[in-house]
């Protein structure tokens, strides 16, 4: 029997949405999934942070769905969703459709979603996994032989992991930060969920209230998370966070017209690798055993996108194991 063919799980690394869909999908037909991922939770940008004792999406803002394969997947695993119901207005205050449907967000934050993907999987948290080797015996990440390994991370890692040299494909990096106000709905908060500015040289490219989703934020308090813009993240991108987030700070108050000086608490968080800077798949000459999936070559970064992915990436597996 061909290595392909044999038993044994298969690798894939990082436990973000997309390797989470892979992995159930796989495991949905008799294959078993080992999943790597080096942080200590699953769920990649999909993420739920706990601060000051209020939830914050810190990461993915909220879901949209399309198809009715997502939608299944939604109602049939995840039924904890609410709508947001206040828009996001850009910077000429009019309301900025959302041409995928209704934004939605989970109750227990939307992190949860891939807290509830991960159920049922072999997941090894903490595990950074810097090489992997294709040989005639096998595929061999972390001390042990695999048939197949799917990457989910984003290209320039995958391409790392793969030795297939540089892709060519840059990209941006995104600073964000958590900002706490004393009063509920500080501002012009009470008017939409979030405020957009194009992609500038102002140092925000756009800031959501958090308090538009219910239960989130405790006492007499206004949450928001603020997104610099791709220059400001750049040129900010190594530096602490004291050195970027007044000037953050500063421009989100702009925005919102709440009075300067009355942030009560900030948190900044860096993502170094956000997205590409054009929204293409990437073209990859893989090893054989080896598939990408979600940030490698999906052409947009939603939720349900990079979940579709995954399962493509499964399909993709099966018939090469079949084979």
């Known amino acids: 029997m ?10 894939i690394i990082g436990a973000g949405l997309s390797g989470l869909s892979c992995a159930q999908a796989l495991r949905g037909a008799g294959v078993e999934a080992r999943l790597f991922e080096r942080a200590r939770r699953v769920g990649g940008r999909c993420a739920t942070r706990l601060w000051q004792g209020h939830l ?80 005639n015996d096998g595929i ?14 984003p290209a320039p890692q995958t391409a790392r992991l793969f030795a297939l040299g540089d892709t060519g494909e840059e990209y941006l990096c995104c600073l964000s930060a958590l900002l706490e106000y004393q009063g509920a709905h500080v ?3 009470r008017e939409c969920y979030a405020r957009i500015l194009p992609e500038g040289s102002e140092p925000i490219l756009g800031s959501y209230c ?36 007044p000037d953050l700070i500063r421009a989100h108050e702009n925005l919102w017209k709440i009075p300067s000086g009355t942030c009560t608490a900030s948190f900044g968080h860096r993502w170094r690798l956000s997205r590409p800077r054009k929204a293409h798949p990437l073209d990859f000459d893989l090893p054989t055993g080896a598939f990408i999936c979600g940030d490698s070559r999906s052409e947009e970064s939603t939720v349900e996108e990079v979940w579709l992915d995954g399962r493509r990436a499964a399909e993709e597996v099966l018939a090469y194991l079949a084979s």
Not at 2 to 11: C, E, H, R, V
Not at 99 to 122: M, S
Request: aromatic share 10%.
């Open 210 to 245: 958090e308090n538009h989703k219910s239960g989130r934020i405790i006492g007499n308090k206004t949450v928001f998370v603020a997104l610099g813009s791709p220059r400001f993240s750049a040129a900010y991108a190594d530096a602490p966070q004291d050195a970027y987030l």
């Open 140 to 153: 061999e990440c972390q001390g042990e032989k695999y048939r197949v390994v799917v990457s989910s991370l």
């Open 56 to 135: 914050v999406d810190h990461g993915v803002q909220y879901f949209t769905a399309q198809t009715s394969e997502f939608k299944r997947e939604l109602l049939t695993r995840l039924r904890q969703f609410r709508p947001i119901v206040p828009p996001i207005l850009d910077h000429h205050q009019k309301i900025v459709p959302s041409p995928n449907g209704p934004r939605f967000y989970v109750l227990q934050g939307n992190n949860y979603f891939a807290q509830v993907l991960a159920q049922g999987l072999d997941v090894r948290l903490n595990t950074n996994v810097e090489t992997i080797t294709f040989g």
């Open 187 to 189: 501002g012009d908060s």
């Open 2 to 11: 061909s290595l392909k063919n044999s038993s044994g799980p298969i690798a």
